[in-house]
């Protein structure tokens, strides 16, 4: 949520910041809601300081024997107490409205964020690795698994509709040694601290993160009124919620492994196919809460930590800058990871890495108390994958297949797979 004093204090910033991310401007709308919302409150805070003083009136016109007064006064209390029953509704009514527009405004992209309209704007900063060179044509991740007999997308299918997977024996083994593999390094080399949240949420857990009340329809409701989770980032970054953090106590970071679960409401006819894009997947995120002056530094920290997993387990990648346009609805800049697939011939995302700012404080109440200081600050928020595991078994598949069929193990992974060398098909 963005600060309304700072909207009312540069609305030609705050449009400037919408016309960027592609958006009309709504500076003029906002502060006519704001003005009007502010004259109700004047007025009903007048209409009560009047009521009240008109009340101790009445005691001493009683008690000068002024019936004519006291009557007088009565009749007026009675119609400002009308009056002020009137203004709390509209006051209420105002106000809901106000923090509803707030809640469905995007943040404000950083100032070295690339403008542009979509994702082919995005801006590549840099890249690691080489694709392999292949001596036969290379075959997308579904087409090996299934060869395998280890992927099974019918089954799912059978249990629990499009966009889901089965899978089995090794593949079931190898997705669970990357999530290990993952947390051990975030945990025993980057000091992110192990953590096992729910993954059911309330709807203030949402709210916190920014995907309600915008996003309802992508994410995935029970019928008690709790939603599944997106992403780890939401029970993450919301354990900071009102909260006031010691600045010594900063930057906090945590990471955990969990399923996750998206509706895919706007991905009609993408990656209809295989793993990319399911209802449910597993993934390793990673959340910082820190300080505004170590936001950017640990921006630049979680992306290497994200990095780091790509480099041992021998899969290119390169790292790109999001546009304007193809940036989050919270974040204020984002460093997309995109791992090489051969068999889509293509960069494919694999972790997103996003400075959210002050965006998510604000509509969680987070803050901290800088050293030697009363007073108190927002904090800033950051979350990235570290990594979506389906994607990088995925990236595995493909980069590591061999013209048999077959799929070699990274050098890294196996140990977490009982020192197997290749994945093949069972015997």
Known sequence: MLDLKWIRDNPDAFDDGLKRRGAEPLSAKLLDLD??????????????????????????????????????????????????????DQERALSEQLEEDLLGIPNMPAEDVPVGADESDNLEIRKHGEPRAFNFAPREHFEIGEALGLMDFAAAAKLSGARFVVLRGALARLERALYNFMLDIHTGEFGYVETVPPMLVRDEALIGTGQLPKFAEDQFRTTNDMW????????????????????????????????????????????????IRQHQFT????????????????????????????????????????????????????????????????????????????????RMQARYRPDGEKGTRFVHTLNGSGLAVGRTLIAILENYQQADGTVLLPEALKPYMGGLDAIAAPS
């Open 35 to 88: 003005e009007r919302h502010r004259s109700v409150l004047t007025e009903m805070q007048q209409a009560q300081a009047r009521r009240n003083e008109a009340s101790k009136q009445i005691g001493k016109a009683k008690a000068s024997g002024d019936e004519a007064a006291a009557n007088a006064l009565i009749a007026e209390v009675g119609d400002l107490k009308t009056r002020t029953q009137e203004l709390e």
């Open 228 to 275: 599944l989770i997106p992403t780890a980032e939401v029970p993450l970054t919301n354990l900071a919620r009102e909260q006031i953090h010691d600045e010594a106590d900063l930057p906090m970071r945590v990471t955990a492994m969990t399923p996750c679960f998206r509706s895919e409401a706007g991905a009609a006819g993408k990656d209809t196919r295989g793993m």
């Open 283 to 362: 993934k390793v995120e990673l959340v910082s809460i820190t300080t505004p002056d170590q936001s950017d530094a640990e921006h630049r920290r979680m992306t290497e930590c994200a990095e780091a997993i790509l480099q041992r387990l021998g899969l290119p990648y390169r790292v790109v800058v999001l546009s304007t346009g193809d940036m989050g609805f919270g974040a204020r800049k984002t460093y997309d990871i995109e791992v090489w697939l051969p068999g889509q011939g293509q960069y494919r995302e694999i972790s997103s890495c996003s400075n959210m700012g002050d965006f998510q404080a604000r």
